[in-house]
């Protein structure tokens, strides 16, 4: 899609233009043919990159074995990111004798600064969105419109809602706000949370509009200066409308039958904070007969929770099972 959309906006519009594709293409062959054998300090850059991928990989089993008293982990993705930069400075180069293959002075140079801030931003703004209270403010006000809809449209909203936040706080940062804000939306409809869940995952990956949506997006702004954030966004705009319309339907299709996301409320996404298992049979969401399901607390104090039907409960003749379960 993405390629489909790029070639008919430049490459056929050039042609449109008068532009002479055949020339095009003999210039990218000419420039493909004249470029050198990887040096050794690529090959190393190549190796550290492979390298880094590897630990990320590998990274809940040596988190492990490197744990605190308390049970925390002394081993995250960060470090390990910036462990292979590291290595970077530290390896000596072939091609700058004395020098490591990465130089603080090329970093000044080369890497814009400003579109770090610009993701920095993001993440800003998500974690003021958590610890200000409006992510639960968010996830009452869509627990309240999503109740009634059907599992298609629930799924088109939240695939475009996840695809808008990611082109403003990133698709990280849009997906550390959003998958906890929306199995919150789970927990006070007491719907199966991969509902929500798997159409936002997919929509935080959509980004494709601005600078800041994601990676990739800032290192190609940094190293194209006649790029500009216009580019980006008709474009963008263009992948984003077909990609929600195909996956919309993609994962409407397929989130039933693959992760049983039309099922019961799962045990699994009880809290055990805001929700708690309790042994009360009855019928749930798609007519689904069970024998225990989860019960939503509805009051501050926790003295009260609510099941699929509405019925409410004392909490406090569950604790006990819920505590064994």
């Excluded at 040096?39 to 040596?62: G, K, T």
């Excluded at 849009?174 to 006070?188: E, G, I, K, R, Y």
């Excluded at 929500?196 to 997006?217: D, E, I, K, Q, R």
Aim: charged share 15%; hydrophobic share 50%; net charge negative.
């Amino acid at each position: 899609v993405a390629f489909g959309v790029l070639y008919a906006r430049y490459i056929l519009k050039s042609a449109i233009h008068g532009m002479d594709l055949e020339g095009m293409r003999d210039e990218l062959k000419s420039r493909s043919t004249g470029m050198e054998a990887m040096s050794r300090d690529e090959v190393l850059v190549a190796i550290v990159a492979v390298l880094q991928v590897v630990l990320l990989w590998v990274r809940p089993m040596i988190a492990m074995e490197l744990v605190g008293p308390q049970g925390q982990t002394y081993v995250g993705d960060e470090a390990l990111a910036l462990f292979c930069a590291l290595l970077l400075f530290l390896i000596p180069s072939r091609l700058h004798p004395g020098r490591p293959v990465l130089h603080w002075q090329d970093v000044q140079d080369q890497f814009n600064f400003g579109l770090l801030m610009l993701i920095g931003g993001g993440f800003a703004i998500s974690y003021g969105f958590e610890q200000s209270g409006l992510n639960i403010a968010v996830a009452r006000d869509l627990a309240t419109h999503l109740k009634p809809r059907s599992g298609i449209v629930e799924t088109f909203v939240v695939l475009i809602f996840s695809t808008v936040a990611t082109q403003f706080f990133s698709s990280v940062a849009a997906s550390t706000v959003l998958v906890p804000t929306l199995h919150s939306v789970a927990l006070n409809t007491l719907e199966n949370p991969m509902l929500y869940l798997v159409p936002a995952t997919v929509g935080c990956s959509f980004g494709f509009m601005l600078p800041a949506s994601a990676a990739p997006n800032v290192i190609i702004m940094a190293k194209s200066p006649s790029l500009r954030a216009r580019d980006f966004i008709l474009s963008g705009f263009q992948i984003l409308v077909i990609l929600l319309v195909i996956t919309g339907f993609i994962v409407g299709v397929l989130e039933g039958p693959v992760f049983d996301a039309h099922g019961a409320f799962p045990k699994w996404a009880c809290d055990e904070v805001s929700c708690l298992w309790v042994p009360v049979p009855g019928v749930v969401e798609q007519g689904l007969h069970v024998e225990s399901q989860a019960c939503g607390l509805v009051d501050i104090n926790g003295t009260l929770c609510k099941i699929w039907n509405g019925t409410q409960f004392d909490t406090a003749q569950f604790l006990n099972y819920s505590m064994l379960m």
